[in-house]
């Protein structure tokens, strides 16, 4: 898989040959590892972005208040120990201008940045079957032929707008979350709305709570906060991490969810209900997710588990939120902890005892319109310099379903997934050769960077692969596929997550109900990497550019073994 060479005069020019072997959409962490390894295997590469710098959600989410929630030191690159000795994050859980400065660092200590195009949005990528190639088009007027086509364009990266009727009415400012600019938005003294109370607008509100003049916190359905516990990171611990640096990659290497936390060996009711509550008093001063993986066991399972949690978080938001009709209405109703995907917060509760912050509920005052200079609900309007819509995001499939992407005998891949996306491995999709998008939807639910890092070494093994054994394209088998799409289906009912949270698509009308996630986790990418690898990527056709232009394709489907999944 090289550049191929020019033709010598004379003979009749063959297919155009590519400008780059690799080419990878998106500077967010997953396409930063993503070009670092392909370069590093020694193939051309270039990487398009369609903002003006690196960091990808972590550089559109830069809101006040936006932050880690895994830690740190885990959700970093972990390939080189030399960067992860010299960096030395600040707090367990870094906020959003830290983590885009060690993203900055890490693309300038490894010389990355030459290789980025900034303010490139891909509009059209097509695939050139006579040459085995990409042609990429940018909305800034490029075009990159390229042989590989990498998509890691995140699966929370297109910000999602209500269809509220009025919303391009107003006129005072208007913002998401998910768009934030680069310039700092000016709260002081400003009457605020904030719509949404997801991870983005519960880490926001408490933040900006005490420099407005007033904040209405428009609510559809409450979530089950609990705190984050960030602390900075204090001289003996920076130098415990260094030292325990290979332990903690063996322990992230070999979690299902990619966390340091370990899993508890109780469940709730083999602790007698003093003991019970004192466990969740201490899960309660826990960082963040080991409130999901170090809980008691059945706290997924067992719903009376769950409900007797559920009733402490209830007593914990009574004992902090003064009016009692405010913290009634903080405290969900309709569903259990970690359906939806929970949120972690610092002063969150602490923030509706204010006396300028107000919480509209609306489930019982739903939002009418959008006036030009506020918000009307059944209860009346409300008037607002600034409105932040902290209203998700087209998760999973948002990027890649609109980036014109069109395979094998011009299929739309907009139009291949319109009942769902089909992967295998969460990496590629059949009809669509040599592209991949490690990062996208049927990845496994944790801490992403780990999982994203374990499909971007798989993506770059394979093309190694592919190059060494003189073919220049790959794409995987129907029938692999069919066999892992049909066991991310299927097994989404053993999901954690109900229906009701967005990893099901159900935030976004109209589009198809399917889990996009992978509720088998790391164990079950990793089992499927080893059996690719056994198999001599038997699950995958490849072929060679002599093969194509005589008509004599080279295929090894003939061979699948029938990939189990
Ligand atoms: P989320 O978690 O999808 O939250 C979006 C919020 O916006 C949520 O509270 C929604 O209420 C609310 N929403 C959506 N549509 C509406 C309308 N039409 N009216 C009122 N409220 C609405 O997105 P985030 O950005 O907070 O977090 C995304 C991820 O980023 C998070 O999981 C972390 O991984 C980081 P709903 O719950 O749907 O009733």
Redesign the pocket.
Known sequence: MTTSPEPASGQSPGPPAPDVDVLVVGAGITGIYQLYRAREAGFSVQLVEAGDGVGGTWYW?RYPGARF?SESYTYAFLFSRELFDEWEWQEHFAGQPEIERYLNHVVDRFDLRRHMRFGAKVTSATYDEPSGTWRVVTGDGGEVRTRVLVAATGV?SVP?F?D?PGREDFRGESYH??LWPTTPVDFAGKRVAV???????VQLIPVIAGEVASLTV????A?WCTPLNNAPIAPDEQAKLRADFDAMCETLNTSPAGFLHGAHDRATYDDPEEERLAFFEQMWNSPGFSKLISHYTDLMVDPAANAEWCEFLAGKVRGIVRDPATAEKLIPKDHRFAE??P?FVHGYYEAFNLPDVMLVD?KETP?LRVTPSGIETAEGIREFDIVVW????DFGTGALLRMGIRGRDGLALADDWADGPRTFLGVQTAGFPNLFFPGGPHAAAGNNPRYNGDQVDFVTETIVYVRDHGYDTVEVGREAQERWTSMVDRNASKSNFGE?S?YFGT?IPGKPRKYLLNSGGRPKLFAMIAEVLQSDYAAFRMSRSSDRSTDRSTDRSTDLTGTSA
Do not use: E, W
Request: net charge positive; glycine share 16%; hydrophobic share 25%.
């Open positions: 989410n929630d929370l999602y209500p509220v979350t998910g719509i949404g109370t997801g991870s983005s607008g428009y609510q559809r359905t979530n939806k995907r949120p609306l939002i902290a209203t998700g995001f009701i967005y935030n």
